[in-house]
Every structure is written in C-alpha cells, then in structure tokens.
C-alpha cells in the first residue's frame, strides 16, 4: 500500500494485519481519487473509519489542507500515526481514538464543515453509512462537498444523503465505491 499521487506520491504506507481492517487497494484508491479529483485546492477531509489512514493521506497528498481521522482500533491508530510521521503530515492531521457515531455527534455539538467525507466501515456495519446523512442535516458537509462510501455489493445505499445526490457508482469485484455530490446552491456552514 503506497501513496498515489501528489506531494507524497510513492512512499509506502503500513497497514495493519488481521481482520478488523480491510485496507482499500491502490487500484481503487487511484480509480476513487480520478473520479472525485484527482487533485484538490485546499479543504477539510473527514475520514470515519480511518484503517491505515490511506484515504486522508491521500487526501493531503492531493491538496486538501487538514485532515480529521477516526479510528476506534489501537493497532489501527498506530498505524496511522506512523503513516502520518512518515508522509510528514502529522501537523495537518487530527486523530480521534473514538467509535464513528460518537464522533458524529461530538463533531455536530462541535460544528466545523467538511468539504469531502470518507465512509469506509466494515462491511458487516452497513447501519453507519446512515452517519453520511446526520452530518449533511447538520450543515457539517460544505455546499459542493462530497460523500465517498465504500461497501459490499449487497449494501443498497439510498439515492441522497440530505442535499448530496448520488453521483457515481462504480464495482470493483465484491467492493462498490458510491460518490454523492451536488448541493452547490446550499449553506457553507465553513
């Protein structure tokens, strides 16, 4: 596992052994950043379910400004730490030892906005994509932010998130990346 592109491109990343975590590939985390991207001009990404910290790595190595990791796992936030000192991103990243719907509510009472959204639970958790829905109610995604959730063929995922639509949907295997984007005309609660 390795960084894509960007600033960081091609150092390597550690991923952590066993079953609690299911690392996305290179192959469709390219496929995923080409279609959301592939480089941005600043902004706050969310990481739910951080893993390795892959996707928010990325993220940073593609332009976003900060990053907002959250991983309940300890090996998993090692891990992520380590991915972070390495890539040198320690300073633009804040990581939270929590379960993903305590961070959501923490986050709404906190408030903040968020201009991309990475839901990557594990597949067997299919009810935590509905957290994609309680942070675009609460005005915490910007207006022309995306949703990016990655789950099993078997999950149906709805046709909106609050004022983000579903955009793309593209399989790869036994994997399926949905994109929701839009709400271009709503509040930027940034």
């Given amino acids: 596992m390795r960084v894509i592109s960007g600033e960081r491109k091609g150092t390597q990343l550690k991923s952590v052994t066993g ?28 990481d739910l379910f951080g893993g390795s910290g892959g996707l928010a790595i990325e993220a940073l190595s593609r332009g976003m400004d900060r990053a907002v990791i959250v ?9 992520i730490r380590d991915n972070l000192e390495k890539c040198r991103f ?9 379960d993903a ?5 923490a986050t709404i009472r906190k408030g903040g906005a968020f201009d991309l959204v990475f839901l990557d639970p594990p597949y067997a958790r299919d009810t935590y994509y509905g957290l994609a829905g309680e942070l675009a109610e609460a005005g915490l995604i910007r207006a022309g932010g995306r949703i990016v959730c990655e789950h099993d063929r078997t999950v149906e995922l ?4 609050g004022g983000f639509r579903k955009e793309k949907e593209h399989v790869y295997g036994g994997t399926v990346i949905t994109i929701y984007g839009g709400n271009e005309e709503g509040e930027n609660n940034g």
């Fill in 71 to 79: 991983e309940k796992d300890g090996r998993a936030l090692s891990a």
């Fill in 101 to 105: 719907a305590r961070a959501v509510q």
């Fill in 90 to 98: 320690t300073g633009r990243a804040e990581l939270f030892r929590s």
């Fill in 158 to 161: 709805p046709e909106s998130y």
């Fill in 19 to 46: 079953t609690g975590t299911r690392p996305t590939s290179d192959k469709v985390k390219e496929s995923l950043f080409n279609m959301i991207g592939p480089y941005f001009t600043g902004g706050v990404v969310l």
